[in-house]
């Protein structure tokens, strides 16, 4: 039923984070045996949704964890403790960053208004500037200041 080729590991969509997937589907997307599955929830490396009947369900976001444990642990030979520190750090990076952006946005001053944004908020209007006559077919413009 669930059919799975190399091909079909390669076009998994990794965007999303609904759980759908069963153990047995989750263990051949990410090409691990699902007692593994098992153990990492387990541990706290990956924590997927769970069914009515307390089975777990997979979403791809999980699938694509499940991937990197894989190949932090094959290629890079990181223990599955490392893996879990690794992971808990990226966490709070990415908390800390959006904290500094957010925190940037409400401590930068704002962007000047273009002269452009000025004329459609109708709050000034352009005028031919009428100061001294400059050589050649320039145009100036200026802002009426009240």
Same mark, same amino acid.
């Given at each position: ?5 190399? &091909? ?15 153990? @047995? ?9 699902? !007692?593994?599955?098992? #153990?990492?929830?387990?541990?706290? *490396?990956? @924590?997927? =949704? ?11 976001? &999980?699938?694509?964890? *499940?991937?990197?444990? #894989? ?10 403790? =490392?893996?879990?520190?690794? $992971? ?8 800390? !960053?959006?904290?500094? $952006?957010? *925190? !940037? ?7 000047? %208004? ?10 000034? @209007?352009?005028?031919?500037? !009428?100061?001294? #006559?400059?050589?050649? %077919? *320039? ?8």
């Amino acid at each position: 039923m669930f059919g799975l080729s190399a &091909d079909d590991q390669g076009s998994y969509d990794p965007a999303d984070d609904t759980p759908v997937h069963v153990i @047995s589907v989750a263990a051949k997307l990410s090409g691990l045996h699902p !007692q593994t599955l098992r #153990q990492y929830d387990r541990i706290g *490396l990956v @924590s997927p =949704g769970r069914a009515v009947g307390r089975g777990r369900r997979y979403s791809a976001r &999980d699938i694509r964890q *499940l991937r990197r444990i #894989q190949q932090l642990t094959q290629d890079q030979g990181i223990n599955l403790a =490392g893996i879990k520190r690794i $992971t808990e750090l990226e966490a709070t990076v990415a908390e800390l !960053q959006q904290l500094l $952006t957010d *925190l !940037q946005a409400a401590v930068a001053p704002p962007a000047p %208004p273009t002269p452009t944004a000025l004329v459609r908020a109708r709050q000034y @209007s352009l005028v031919r500037y !009428q100061g001294p #006559q400059q050589p050649g %077919p *320039l145009t100036t413009w200026r802002f009426p200041v009240s």
